[in-house]
T-cell receptor
C-alpha cells in the first residue's frame, strides 16, 4: 500500500474562496482522522470517521468547515468560505482500530489563504 | 478532552548523547503513543505502550510509562543527526471515544553533528 495519500500538497487561495482537501486512507483501515497543525495551537483533531461515518466533529472550528467520507477509500475536508486564519497544514491519518493502534499520516496539505 | 504535554519544548544535544523527552497527561488512558515528525512531513509512529506496561524498547528508543504519575518518557540513546525532528506523545481517554487520539505540542529535538 502506498500509505495515506493527500492532495494537493500545497494550496494557495484567496480569502472567500472554497477549498477542498482530499485524502485516500490505507485500504482496510476503519478510522480516518483530519488534523490541523499550526505553530500556535499544535496538532488539533478536527473530526474522525469510523467505517465512513462521522463520529466526533467537535473539533471542527466553525460551520465553514465540513468533511465527508462517501466511501472507504476517499474523504474530503472543505472550507467555504476560506479565511486567512485557516492557513495551516492539514493532515489526514488512518488507523485500523482508532486510538488503540498506530495512526498512519499523510504528507499533509499546506494551505495558505491570502 | 485529554491532551499530553511534552517537556521540554526544545532540546539541543550533540551527536552521540542521549535525549530524554517527557509527556504528562491528565486522566486515565488505554495507551500512550509516541510519534516523530521531520520538518515538512507527516507524523510517523514510533512506539505504543499500553497502560499495563511500564517499559518498552524499540531499537535505540526506550519508553517508560508511570500511570500513577500520569507521565511517560521517551529516551533516544546514542543520538544521530538524523534524529533531529519534533517528537509528540498522543493519548486517548480510557473509556472515551475510540477515535479521540489527542496530541501534545511536541518537543523539538536538534542533534548537532
Amino acid at each position: 500500500d502506498a500509505g495515506v495519500i493527500q492532495s494537493p500538497r500545497h494550496e494557495v487561495t484567496e480569502m472567500g474562496q472554497e477549498v477542498t482537501l482530499r485524502c485516500k486512507p490505507i485500504s482496510g483501515h476503519d478510522y480516518l482522522f483530519w488534523y490541523r497543525q499550526t505553530m500556535m495551537r499544535g496538532l488539533e483533531l478536527l473530526i474522525y470517521f469510523n467505517n465512513n461515518v462521522p463520529i466526533d466533529d467537535s473539533g471542527m472550528p466553525e460551520d465553514r468547515f465540513s468533511a465527508k467520507m462517501p466511501n472507504a477509500s476517499f474523504s474530503t475536508l472543505k472550507i467555504q468560505p476560506s479565511e486567512p486564519r485557516d492557513s495551516a497544514v492539514y493532515f489526514c491519518a488512518s488507523s485500523l482500530r482508532g486510538r488503540n493502534t498506530e495512526a498512519f499520516f499523510g504528507q499533509g496539505t499546506r494551505l495558505t489563504v491570502v | 478532552s485529554q491532551q499530553g504535554e511534552e517537556d521540554p519544548q526544545a532540546l539541543s544535544i550533540q551527536e552521540g548523547e542521549n535525549a530524554t523527552m517527557n509527556c504528562s497527561y491528565k486522566t486515565s488512558i488505554n495507551n500512550l503513543q509516541w510519534y516523530r515528525q521531520n520538518s515538512g512531513r507527516g507524523l510517523v509512529h514510533l512506539i505504543l505502550i499500553r497502560s499495563n506496561e511500564r517499559e518498552k524498547h524499540s531499537g535505540r528508543l526506550r519508553v517508560t510509562l508511570d500511570t500513577s504519575k500520569k507521565s511517560s518518557s521517551l529516551l533516544i540513546t546514542a543520538s544521530r543527526a538524523a534524529d533531529t525532528a519534533s517528537y509528540f506523545c498522543a493519548t486517548g481517554d480510557y473509556g472515551g471515544s475510540q477515535g479521540n487520539l489527542i496530541f501534545g505540542k511536541g518537543t523539538k529535538l536538534s542533534v548537532k553533528p
